[in-house]
């Protein structure tokens, strides 16, 4: 079975007994943990290329089974350290994303092996913590960014309007808009971010505060009616003071 990629063996020898070092784990040993982590790194160094299908999923049972024995801290640190590699076998990607969120976050917000399927699945079947991450992410399909605007979770919206790595929907754009009219803390990413309709602005304008007023008069180059009404008035005012004078 392991003809094509021999060096497999002793990496998955060490793997299996780094099981009994994941106890040690418990005890916050961090030799051990960082021999765990390395082990799991060297597996995971074989390019998916040179391995047939039952090595890799040998490979992601081993991984999920190491997994589940393992404590919280070591299961954070794998995850942050698998969350930036491509060649992660899918199955355990899907195990540590519906994992606790503080093992899930780092997968949710950056792994490249989960799809927007996976994704929309995680977003329907889970709460708030897991979509606030998943808001995250770079590139965000449209389907997915109207999922998760549709929550109506605040964090979850201020997120996706600081995400400046995703292109908003104008579904998106309006739901955030009005939810914006409440939470000023989504009005301000949401007024900063590039290609917001102007007329977004103005449904703003009167809902925010003196600073971002002054940013939206600034930058959409919008006019406030009851400044413009009152200049009005009191340059009527004058006129008329200055005729009944001359009179």
Same mark, same amino acid.
């Given at each position: 079975?392991?003809?094509?990629?021999?060096?497999?063996?002793?990496?998955?020898?060490?793997?299996?007994?780094?099981?009994r070092l994941s106890k040690l784990v418990r005890d916050n040993n961090p030799e051990s943990r960082a021999e765990v982590i390395g082990a799991v790194a060297g597996?995971?160094?074989?390019?998916?290329?040179?391995?047939?299908?039952?090595?890799? $999923?040998?490979i992601a049972d081993v991984l999920i089974e190491l997994m589940r024995q393992a404590e919280r801290d070591l299961r954070q640190s794998l995850s942050a350290r698998?969350?930036?590699?491509?060649?992660?076998?899918?199955?355990?990607?899907?195990?540590?994303?519906?994992?606790?969120?503080?093992?899930?976050?780092?997968?949710?917000?950056?792994?490249?092996?989960?799809t927007d399927l996976d994704l929309l699945y995680i977003a329907k079947s889970h709460d708030a913590p897991y979509w606030r991450s998943i808001a995250k992410r770079?590139?965000?399909?449209?389907?997915?960014?109207?999922?998760?605007?549709?929550?109506?979770?605040?964090?979850?919206?201020?997120?996706?309007?600081?995400?400046?790595?995703?292109?908003?929907?104008?579904?998106?754009?309006?739901?955030?808009?009005?939810?914006?009219?409440? $939470?000023?803390?989504?009005?301000?990413?949401?007024?900063?971010?590039?290609?917001?309709?102007?007329?977004?602005?103005?449904?703003?304008?009167?809902?925010?505060? $003196?600073?971002?007023?002054?940013?939206?008069?600034?930058?959409?180059?919008?006019?406030?009616?009851?400044?413009?009404?009152?200049?009005?008035?009191?340059?009527?005012?004058?006129?008329?003071?200055?005729?009944?004078?001359?009179?």
């Amino acid at each position: 079975m392991f003809d094509k990629t021999p060096n497999l063996v002793p990496q998955l020898v060490k793997l299996h007994e780094s099981h009994r070092l994941s106890k040690l784990v418990r005890d916050n040993n961090p030799e051990s943990r960082a021999e765990v982590i390395g082990a799991v790194a060297g597996l995971l160094e074989f390019d998916g290329s040179e391995l047939s299908v039952v090595e890799e $999923e040998l490979i992601a049972d081993v991984l999920i089974e190491l997994m589940r024995q393992a404590e919280r801290d070591l299961r954070q640190s794998l995850s942050a350290r698998l969350s930036t590699l491509d060649n992660v076998p899918l199955r355990l990607v899907l195990h540590m994303a519906n994992d606790e969120i503080e093992i899930a976050s780092p997968i949710l917000e950056a792994s490249q092996v989960l799809t927007d399927l996976d994704l929309l699945y995680i977003a329907k079947s889970h709460d708030a913590p897991y979509w606030r991450s998943i808001a995250k992410r770079e590139g965000l399909s449209g389907e997915l960014i109207d999922t998760l605007v549709n929550t109506g979770d605040v964090d979850t919206a201020v997120n996706l309007t600081e995400n400046d790595r995703i292109k908003l929907t104008e579904y998106a754009v309006e739901i955030l808009a009005d939810m914006a009219e409440e $939470e000023e803390r989504i009005a301000k990413p949401l007024l900063m971010r590039d290609g917001i309709p102007e007329t977004v602005a103005r449904r703003l304008y009167h809902h925010v505060g $003196e600073e971002l007023k002054s940013f939206v008069r600034d930058y959409y180059g919008v006019v406030d009616k009851d400044v413009l009404g009152t200049v009005d008035a009191v340059v009527a005012e004058y006129e008329t003071k200055r005729l009944h004078i001359q009179h």
